[in-house]
């Protein structure tokens, strides 16, 4: 069975950092899209970052490029989310996600409709 976990969410002041884990298990192998996005209070999911794993091809929101980093670890499937200069605005809670198939994803890879498997969610607080 399809599985993601999220680790590595907490607070931190502002300009700090975070690294974001997610264990990825059950998934048939191969190359895929998964990502990272993110929900804050009362706002829509929106995507942050994702990688094809196949080409390593990365995605980024224009709102954490420079500033984000995302990777993925081929011999434990686990992505990763380096958060640097993290600001208040970055304050929410954090979702690994994939897709049943790379058709679904391919067109709109940052597109939270594009993907159907979900984590729990790790929570992100930046504090000034």
């Known amino acids: 069975q399809e599985q993601l976990v999220e680790s590595g969410g907490g607070s931190v002041e502002v300009g700090g950092s975070l690294r974001l884990s997610c264990a990825a298990s059950g998934f048939t192998a191969g190359p895929n899209y998964i990502g990272w996005f993110l929900q804050a209070p009362g706002k829509e999911r929106e995507g942050v970052a994702c990688i094809y794993t196949g080409l390593r091809n990365t995605f980024y929101a224009d709102s954490v490029k420079g500033r984000f980093t995302i990777s993925h670890d081929k011999s434990s499937n686990t992505l990763y989310l380096q958060m640097n200069r993290l600001a208040p605005e970055d304050t929410a809670t954090y979702y690994c996600?994939?897709?049943?198939?790379?058709?679904?994803?391919?067109?709109?890879?940052?597109?939270?409709?594009?993907?159907?498997?979900w984590g729990q969610g790790t929570q992100v607080t930046v504090s000034s």
């Open positions: 996600a994939a897709p049943v198939a790379i058709a679904h994803t391919w067109r709109d890879p940052l597109s939270p409709k594009s993907y159907e498997y």
